[in-house]
């Protein structure tokens, strides 16, 4: 099965370890057949959540994306991509 590759980083903050559990939690509920890995990001205190899902499943990863507001914040990767300003 092919897999697409999403990356969600998270900065250091008080909570992001609580973060990292809201993370995975939604992915995991959204998506059952993702796996999800923390992995350390390019800066040293950076972390990434990384998701590998179906491929079949990237336009409902988009659309769930796009309704987890409460998870976008200026550390999210994929909210500086989608959102220039």
Do not use: N, Y
């Not at 973060?19 to 993702?34: D, S, Y």
């Not at 179906?54 to 989608?82: F, G």
């Amino acid at each position: 099965m092919i897999r697409v590759i999403k990356h969600i980083l998270v900065e250091p903050t008080p909570d992001r370890h609580a973060r990292i559990e809201r993370i995975t939690a939604r992915i995991g509920a959204a998506f059952p057949e993702a796996t999800t890995e923390l992995v350390p990001g390019l800066l040293d205190d950076d972390l990434v959540v990384e998701v590998r899902l179906p491929l079949c499943q990237l336009d409902a990863w988009r659309a769930a994306r796009a309704r987890w507001a409460d998870l976008d914040s200026t550390d999210d990767v994929e909210h500086r991509v989608s959102d220039p300003s």
